[in-house]
């Protein structure tokens, strides 16, 4: 079974703070992709990468930024915390071709106060 | 407006009822469709996935996708209390998918009670 782990499952920081969520998978994947959500917004795409030091922006990508080091981690990094980005966040991972789904982890709640 | 709209519910049905869930549309260029289950506290997982319009049967599962109406459809036969979720299609066009890059709808909160 492939599995996407999330470091993390609660967190709390202060606004100001930065804030790194991590993200290992095990499948080999080449994509993976952060997504934050919100009660009636469903999952909204964040930033993804389809490869090791690639990475696109997705549909909310303000006041953050990524880093894939490694084929099997993505690192989500809030430079500067707002409490407007108290959510949950949700890692996933998948093989680059249309018919694969999404493997999700878990999710990270982060509190920003 | 969104591009994926889905009643957020909640929806709550006794045991055995037969469900519904729907999403509409907006981007004619979508050809992948999915519906997605998330447990409380869990990820979502994949349930169902369509390539263009048509039926897909799984079990007690059906999807279905009118592209001319740009509207899906997700049936849960002899619900259970097991079904119990908050169900989220998802879609893409075929750039979209390869790079698994899905738009999402809000999800609908299901409860199955017995």
């Known amino acids: 079974d492939v599995k996407v782990t999330q470091s993390s499952r609660y967190l709390v920081k202060r606004t100001g703070e930065k804030v790194f969520l991590e993200c290992v998978q095990d499948?080999?994947?080449?994509?993976m992709f952060w997504y934050r959500q919100d009660p009636g917004l469903g999952l909204r795409l964040i930033y993804f990468?389809?490869?090791?030091?690639?990475?696109e922006k997705g549909d909310i990508p303000e006041g953050y930024s990524v880093s894939r080091e490694k084929k099997e981690r993505f690192s989500l990094i809030l430079e500067s915390a707002s409490t407007n980005q108290t959510s949950m966040y949700l890692c996933?991972?998948?093989?680059?071709?249309?018919?694969?789904?999404?493997?999700f982890g878990n999710g990270t709640r982060l509190t920003v106060t | 407006q969104k591009e994926v709209e889905q009643d957020p519910g909640p929806l709550s049905v006794p045991e055995g009822a037969i469900v519904s869930l729907n999403c509409t549309y907006s981007?004619?260029?979508?050809?992948?469709f999915m519906w997605y289950r998330q447990y409380s506290r869990k990820g979502p997982e994949l349930l169902m996935y369509?390539?263009?319009?048509g039926n897909k049967e799984d079990g007690r599962f059906t999807a279905q996708v009118d592209k001319s109406s740009k509207y899906i459809s997700l049936f849960i036969r002899d619900s259970q209390p097991s079904d119990s979720a908050t169900y989220l299609c998802?879609?893409?066009?075929?750039?979209?998918?390869?790079?698994?890059?899905?738009?999402f709808g809000q999800g609908t909160i299901l409860t199955v009670h017995p």
């Open positions: 996933a991972s998948s093989w680059g071709t249309p018919n694969s789904p999404l493997h």
């Open positions: 499948m080999d994947h080449e994509n």
């Open positions: 990468s389809y490869d090791v030091k690639m990475k």
């Open positions: 981007n004619s260029a979508f050809q992948y």
């Open positions: 369509t390539y263009s319009s």
């Open positions: 998802a879609m893409s066009d075929a750039g979209g998918t390869s790079y698994g890059k899905l738009t």
